[in-house]
């Protein structure tokens, strides 16, 4: 359903350093950044807060130097993280399209990561323009047993009490190349924000296809592909500029979006900024009892009735393991059968 529309971890990976990096590494990690702790944490559910303090704790325990440095620096001064697109740098894996700078203060210190469906891959020392290759790719399962192995879990609950993830992509998107950041052309009326709760990745395996949808501040990520999410003026599809070439190229990376309350659900409605018929697909953040224990999910639903036709996680194993579950509280298109 999602596929082509193409925050944030998940999966199960194995990680990958070089040997002269691992030895450069272990010298540099010999001692813990906090003092253990017999405080836990899981994989499952995480806040995009916490996810990128998981990261920041992983990396500053485990490789040292500068991601060192910048995590202890962030207990004081506040952990966080700007969304950039990977196209501001020369990364040497671009994951899913979207660079995390990592800073104390919003800074940039070079600390980067990105996320390749199950694996986050890391930098250090990246600059603009210059080609960086990644350090390690680890999984964020591996990156919470590391954490739990070494009693780090209350550093990442330290760190996430005050992190921020501030999405700078669609500043970059808005710019044009005259400089123009407020331009209402084509019936845009302003950004739409999305829910922090729906904030950050969700999986799914349902429809025997593996799916990723990624949400940011205003943004839609599928597939490497990012769109941006924006209120729309009704009376835009009223004209015939939707059928104009130069109007669907200039609003490609575009999708509007409203809310609307039906079944229960609180749904973020998406269609594309052309899009003169059908209904568009809806999202709603949900929660649900899974192994005995309340998860988040993301619900999409399509069609005229809002039907559900697929429920995201936020962890890829439970998505495997919850392919096709349908839940009795949720509206299918054959209850109305």
């Not at 596929?3 to 691992?22: H, I, P, V, W, Y």
């Not at 952990?79 to 671009?94: A, C, Q, R």
């Not at 939707?242 to 973020?268: C, P």
């Not at 224990?293 to 429920?311: I, Y």
Request: one cysteine or more; proline letters at 1%.
């Amino acid at each position: 359903m999602v596929a082509g529309l193409a925050l944030l971890l998940a999966g199960c990976g194995t990680q990958r350093a070089s040997k002269s990096q691992d030895s450069e590494n272990a010298a540099s990690s010999s001692s813990l950044l906090a003092i253990k702790s017999s405080e836990k944490m899981s994989a499952d559910n995480l806040s995009p807060q916490q996810s990128v303090s998981l990261v920041a704790a992983y990396a500053g325990n485990k490789y040292g130097n500068d991601w060192a440095s910048m995590t202890k620096k962030a207990e004081r001064q506040g952990l966080k993280v700007n969304l950039y697109p990977t196209s501001k740098y020369k990364l040497s894996d671009n994951g899913q399209g979207v660079a995390y700078d990592v800073t104390t203060g919003g800074k940039s210190t070079g600390l980067i990561y990105t996320i390749d469906n199950d694996d986050v891959n890391l930098y250090q020392n990246v600059k603009v323009g210059k080609t960086s290759n990644k350090i390690a790719t680890v999984s964020k399962q591996d990156m919470v047993k590391y954490i739990n192995d070494k009693g780090q879990a209350k550093l990442v609950g330290n760190l996430a009490k005050s992190a921020q993830v501030v999405d700078k992509r669609t500043e970059s998107a808005e710019t044009s190349s005259n400089g123009d950041t407020t331009s209402h052309q084509y019936g845009r009326e302003g950004k739409v924000t999305v829910p922090t709760e729906m904030q950050g990745t969700w999986y799914s395996a349902d429809h025997d296809s593996n799916s990723t949808i990624t949400f940011g501040k205003n943004t839609l990520t599928s597939d490497g592909n990012t769109s941006y999410i924006y209120k729309q003026n009704p009376s835009f599809l009223s004209g015939d500029q939707t059928m104009n070439r130069s109007v669907q190229d200039a609003t490609e990376d575009w999708v509007s979006g409203k809310f609307i309350d039906l079944h229960g659900l609180h749904y973020l409605n998406i269609r594309g900024w052309c899009q003169n018929a059908g209904d568009g697909s809806s999202f709603a953040v949900h929660t649900e009892t899974i192994n005995g224990k309340e998860v988040k999910v993301l619900v999409t639903a399509g069609g005229a009735g809002f039907w559900t036709d697929g429920v995201y996680y936020q962890n890829k194993d439970t998505a495997q393991q919850q392919a096709d579950k349908k839940f009795a509280d949720l509206y299918y298109m054959d209850d109305d059968d």
